[in-house]
């Protein structure tokens, strides 16, 4: 997904001379297309995360348009404190790009597996959450966060080899979008485990249940009267995501949900509140908090 911002944001930047990509000690092997072709405007800020948010907050003040770049434990936890104070307080127009949500590196052990920072920045005023399911979505999504001028987050996974979008989807911030129909009820997927569920659902209709499948892509903002259309004819509704169960895709649909009266069957699929206690692999480490696409369908069939 990382190759996907990059080409996006060296686009953009050909035509917009506000943009600035900042990042910190990292890029080898991403950001080179960005700092051959824009010099001046990539700034390799160090290992000082909180002075990199503080830099960029100065470059939005000042009329341009930073992007900043990190791992994401490093451009989201880390400097907090900034993000809220210096970006989000001042409502300013600084995209945050992390890379590795999730389980992504998973081999250098729970520092690096972030799985609760969608519930932070999902609380923050003025923020906007972004979670492209692949290639196609991150290059969407990157184009329609560039038209906002407010703070926005886009969480990506380190690699990109998943797919959903066999061509470039027509998706908009704050909007589900929906990829298949389905009668018995509906899986409501976020990031690349949509992907999973696209899975999921064929190996379920096996069995003779038929799931409709949602992209949250957005989340935060969410129009909830779009999303309340789409699913409230579904009596059983399920969401699946790669982060925390708490404060993600589940509780934000199920906020939602209790606000709306809705009297079917809801359920949370994703990682339960515990750090990981295990070091491996993404596709490990997905297995061994059952989200992996073998995990998901058992969740499912339990629940049913």
Same mark, same amino acid.
């Given at each position: 997904?990382?190759?996907?911002?990059?080409?996006?944001?060296?686009?953009?930047?050909?035509?917009?001379?506000?943009?600035?990509?900042?990042?910190?000690?990292?890029?080898?092997?991403?950001?080179?297309?960005?700092?051959?072709?824009?010099?001046?405007?990539?700034?390799?800020?160090?290992?000082?995360?909180?002075?990199?948010?503080?830099?960029?907050?100065?470059?939005?003040?000042?009329?341009?348009?930073?992007?900043?770049?990190?791992?994401?434990?490093?451009?989201?936890?880390?400097?907090?404190?900034?993000?809220?104070?210096?970006?989000?307080?001042?409502?300013? =127009?600084?995209? @945050? +790009?992390?890379? %590795?949500?999730?389980? !992504?590196?998973?081999?250098?052990? *729970?520092?690096?597996?972030?799985? /609760?920072?969608?519930?932070?920045?999902?609380?923050?005023?003025?923020?906007?959450?972004?979670?492209?399911?692949?290639?196609?979505?991150?290059?969407?999504?990157?184009?329609?966060?560039?038209?906002?001028?407010?703070?926005?987050?886009?969480?990506?996974?380190?690699?990109?080899?998943?797919?959903?979008?066999?061509?470039?989807?027509?998706?908009?911030?704050?909007?589900?979008?929906?990829?298949?129909?389905?009668? =018995?009820?509906? @899986? +409501?997927?976020? %990031?690349?485990?949509? !992907?999973?569920?696209?899975?999921? *659902?064929?190996?379920?209709?096996? /069995?003779?249940?038929?799931?409709?499948?949602?992209?949250?892509?957005?989340?935060?903002?969410?129009?909830?009267?779009?999303?309340?259309?789409?699913?409230?004819?579904?009596?059983?509704?399920?969401?699946?995501?790669?982060?925390?169960?708490?404060?993600?895709?589940?509780?934000?649909?199920?906020?939602?949900?209790?606000?709306?009266?809705?009297?079917?069957?809801?359920?949370?699929?994703?990682?339960?509140?515990?750090?990981?206690?295990? +070091?491996?692999?993404?596709?490990?480490?997905?297995?061994?908090?059952?989200?992996?696409?073998?995990?998901?369908?058992?969740?499912?069939?339990?629940?049913?």
């Amino acid at each position: 997904m990382r190759r996907a911002f990059v080409k996006t944001l060296a686009e953009l930047a050909k035509k917009d001379k506000r943009i600035y990509l900042l990042t910190g000690d990292l890029g080898y092997r991403a950001l080179e297309e960005f700092a051959k072709k824009f010099p001046d405007r990539f700034i390799e800020c160090g290992v000082a995360e909180q002075n990199m948010m503080g830099v960029a907050a100065g470059l939005a003040l000042s009329g341009k348009k930073p992007y900043v770049y990190s791992i994401v434990p490093f451009v989201t936890l880390r400097c907090l404190e900034q993000i809220r104070n210096d970006i989000c307080y001042q409502n300013l =127009d600084v995209k @945050i +790009i992390g890379i %590795g949500g999730g389980f !992504s590196y998973g081999t250098l052990g *729970a520092t690096h597996s972030v799985l /609760e920072e969608v519930a932070i920045l999902r609380a923050l005023p003025n923020m906007t959450v972004l979670c492209p399911a692949d290639l196609s979505a991150t290059e969407e999504l990157m184009l329609k966060a560039y038209q906002t001028n407010t703070p926005a987050y886009i969480r990506t996974s380190k690699l990109g080899e998943y797919k959903v979008y066999n061509q470039k989807p027509d998706l908009k911030i704050g909007l589900a979008n929906k990829i298949k129909d389905g009668k =018995d009820g509906i @899986i +409501i997927a976020t %990031g690349l485990l949509l !992907s999973f569920c696209l899975d999921v *659902a064929k190996e379920l209709k096996k /069995e003779n249940i038929d799931l409709g499948l949602l992209d949250l892509h957005t989340l935060k903002p969410i129009d909830k009267k779009n999303l309340l259309e789409q699913i409230k004819a579904h009596k059983r509704i399920f969401t699946v995501e790669e982060h925390s169960a708490i404060g993600g895709t589940g509780s934000a649909v199920a906020e939602i949900l209790a606000e709306s009266g809705y009297n079917g069957s809801f359920k949370i699929i994703a990682v339960p509140d515990e750090f990981p206690k295990k +070091i491996g692999s993404a596709d490990y480490l997905r297995k061994q908090h059952s989200i992996s696409k073998e995990g998901i369908i058992k969740n499912i069939l339990k629940f049913l």
